[in-house]
């Protein structure tokens, strides 16, 4: 006699098997879906503006060795000095202070500076060293209670004016003075004066710059020169630190090129030692929502007379008031509730003189062509047909593609700027398709958030 076996079926298995070929399921799916790429809307800015290599011109001139022997500096490089303040003296001994008693005052003024350095010190402008020792210098010699004492030439500022000790072939360079030639090699070459070597009588030991007033020279092109000669001063950010300064901007024509100049009345010693900077001239800088121009799609929408403009429902929403012809021949009517996109004063129509009406923008997926729309309180009748495009980008927050109108304030080649927290716009932290061409309104989006 045969017995039939029962089959045991575990649940676990069972289970498993049923997540097993739901996962299967959803990967197919999920490769089988058109996925779209988001893109969060921020707030940020629009920069279309030009950067240049420009080449500084201050009012400088070089102070040469009265003579023979080791140079001992007792101003800081960029810091400001007297006329006839000493500057440096040449003797033949590098330490040109005698031994000298420092009260609690002077240590605590050399703490000071060795805290300062030791607070900035990197490891990239090693050159620092020698300004702590030329520090520590200037502030014995310039304490008369100390007794220390200077040995050799002195070299004495001749006018009042910031101190550097690094110069180049530019030095004394004017605006009358500039060639063509000037710009062909915008690459610093400098020259650093400062040195624990013997030098001679005639050498440069140290540039002084006697004022503030400074100048930037730059060649532009056709397009830059005609966008700048209506203005007459520009905003300038420096490469270097980040900085801004406004200054009077003229053009001139040079050697059938041609090149700006822009004069400041500040921020020369932040560059005192620079002859070449890496400048944007600021000239666009709308702020806003950044969007990618690629997110950009147009829509066609019906227009609709203000006048016609009606509300109705439970709340008393906005809507149109449409006429409807029955079978029969008799007519109802019925209020429609609409989103008003947009309130614009169309252009003109033929020959018309008369002041076209402001209009609204209505979805067409609400109404239809040849509605009739009755006006409120009267009789007149507007039949629905015309249409205007609005631009605008598709929203997925709720996991569907919904049109959202933007105004647009800039732009440049990728990206533009758009108003923020307009009637049917976009807010910041809003999701929107990259591509705006790669969906269709209404569509459920896949896509990584």
């Known amino acids: 006699m045969n017995r039939r076996k029962r089959v045991h079926l575990n649940i676990g298995t069972v289970i498993f098997g049923a ?20 893109y969060m809307v921020t707030s940020g800015t629009l920069s279309g503006n030009d950067s240049f290599t420009v080449l500084a011109l201050r009012q400088e001139q070089i102070v040469l060795s009265p003579g023979n022997g080791y140079a001992n500096y007792y101003i800081l490089d960029g810091s400001k000095a007297g006329k006839s303040a000493v500057v440096c003296s040449i003797s033949d001994m590098k330490s040109n202070i005698s031994a000298v008693r420092l009260s609690e005052t002077d240590l605590d003024a050399v703490r000071r500076l060795a805290a300062q350095f030791s607070g900035n010190y990197k490891s990239d402008a090693f050159r620092r060293v020698y300004d702590l020792k030329y520090a520590v210098n200037a502030s014995i010699i310039n304490n008369p209670d100390n007794g220390a004492a200077i040995q050799g030439m002195t070299s004495l500022s001749p006018i009042d004016g910031i101190i550097s000790y690094i110069t180049d072939d530019k030095a004394g360079l004017t605006e009358e003075s500039l060639t063509a030639e000037d710009f062909k090699n915008m690459t610093d070459v400098t020259q650093q004066l400062r040195t624990d070597q013997e030098i001679q009588a005639g050498d440069p030991l140290y540039r002084v710059i006697g004022s503030e007033r400074w100048q930037i020279a730059f060649p532009v092109s056709d397009r830059q020169y005609s966008s700048l000669s209506s203005r007459s001063t520009v905003r300038v950010r420096f490469d270097k630190d980040g900085n801004t300064e406004t200054g009077e901007l003229s053009l001139f024509d040079m ?18 030692n620079d002859r070449y900077l890496q400048v944007e001239l600021v000239t666009t800088n709308q702020s806003g929502l950044k969007l990618p121009l690629s997110a950009i799609v147009t829509k066609e929408f019906y227009t609709i007379p203000s006048s016609f403009l009606s509300s109705g429902g439970d709340k008393g929403a906005d809507g ?27 252009p003109p129509r033929g020959n018309s003189v008369l002041d076209p009406e402001e209009v609204y923008y209505v979805d067409p997926a609400v109404f239809h062509k040849g509605d009739v ?76 958030h």
């Open 373 to 448: 729309v009755i006006k409120p309180n009267s009789t007149m009748t507007y039949t629905i047909g015309d249409t205007a495009s609005l631009e605008g980008v598709y929203c997925t927050n709720r996991g569907y593609a919904v049109f959202r109108k933007i105004e647009i304030t800039d732009q440049n080649e990728e990206y533009c700027i758009v108003r923020s927290n307009t009637s049917y716009g976009l807010s910041q932290y809003d999701y929107i398709v990259r591509n705006g061409q790669d969906v269709k309104e209404e569509q459920i989006v896949t896509g990584n």
């Open 255 to 272: 050697d059938g090129s041609h090149y700006a100049l822009v004069t400041f009345s500040s921020g020369m010693v932040r560059y005192c």
């Open 19 to 38: 997540l097993f070929l739901y996962l299967i399921v959803m990967i197919v799916v999920y490769m089988l879906t058109d996925h779209v790429s988001s």
């Open 320 to 346: 149109f008031l449409i006429r409807e012809q029955k079978e029969d021949g008799t007519f109802t009517t019925s209020f429609i509730e609409a989103e008003l996109y947009e309130k614009t004063t169309p």
